[in-house]
C-alpha cells in the first residue's frame, strides 16, 4: 500500500515538474525533417542569413541588425552586431521576441578588446524574431542581435541545432 502511495505521488510531483522545463506554446514549433543545417552566414552588409548544410544554402532571409549596424560590437551599448566565428549556444523557446537562438559572443579576444578601453563587451546577442508581431519591425532596431519576422524564425529555431558555427561578416 506504502509503495503504490509514493508511486503515485512521485508520478503527480514528475508531472508536476515537467512544467517547469523550457518549452515553447505548440503553435510556435514547427518540425524540420531536411538536411543538417551545419553552418550559419550573415552578410550583415546585404542584411542576409543564409542557413546551409556543407556548401549547400538551404534557406536564406532578410535580418535587421543592431540599430549602428556598421562594424564589430566592442563594447555593451554600442548598438552593434559583432562580427566574427561564434556558434549557437543556447535555446530560448519563451524568449520575450518571439523564439530565440543565442550567438556565443564574447569570446575570449572579445572581452580582451573591451576591457583595454576600460568597458564591458556585453552579451545576449541572440537571433530573434520581431519586436512588434504581426508589424514588419523597422529597419536595424536592435541593441546588437540578428532579428527576422516571426514566421522565420519559428523556421529557423526548427532547423539550427546548439553548436552550429554561425560566421558574422561585415
Not at 536564406?60 to 562580427?83: C, M, Q, W
Not at 530565440?100 to 559572443?105: Q, R
Amino acid at each position: 500500500m506504502l509503495h503504490r502511495r509514493q508511486m503515485i505521488l512521485g508520478a503527480t510531483a514528475l508531472a508536476g515538474l515537467s512544467g517547469c522545463g523550457l518549452r515553447a506554446p505548440a503553435h510556435k514549433l514547427r518540425r524540420y525533417d531536411g538536411p543538417e543545417v551545419t553552418f550559419v552566414v550573415v552578410n550583415k552588409g546585404s542584411r542576409r542569413m543564409f542557413l546551409l548544410h556543407d556548401d549547400k544554402i538551404l534557406k536564406s532571409y532578410r535580418i535587421n541588425l543592431g540599430f549602428a549596424p556598421v562594424g564589430h560590437k566592442v563594447f555593451e551599448g554600442d548598438g552593434r552586431t559583432p562580427e566574427g566565428l561564434y556558434h549557437i549556444d543556447r535555446i530560448n523557446p519563451n524568449s520575450a521576441f518571439h523564439l530565440s537562438l543565442g550567438i556565443s559572443y564574447p569570446n575570449a579576444q572579445d572581452r580582451a578588446a573591451a576591457k583595454a578601453i576600460g568597458k564591458k563587451p556585453g552579451g545576449d546577442i541572440f537571433i530573434h524574431g520581431q519586436k512588434t508581431p504581426g508589424k514588419r519591425d523597422k529597419k536595424d532596431w536592435t541593441w546588437g542581435c540578428i532579428s527576422v519576422t516571426n514566421r522565420e524564425m519559428e523556421e529557423i529555431f526548427a532547423m539550427v541545432r546548439r553548436g552550429t558555427p554561425i560566421s558574422i561578416n561585415p
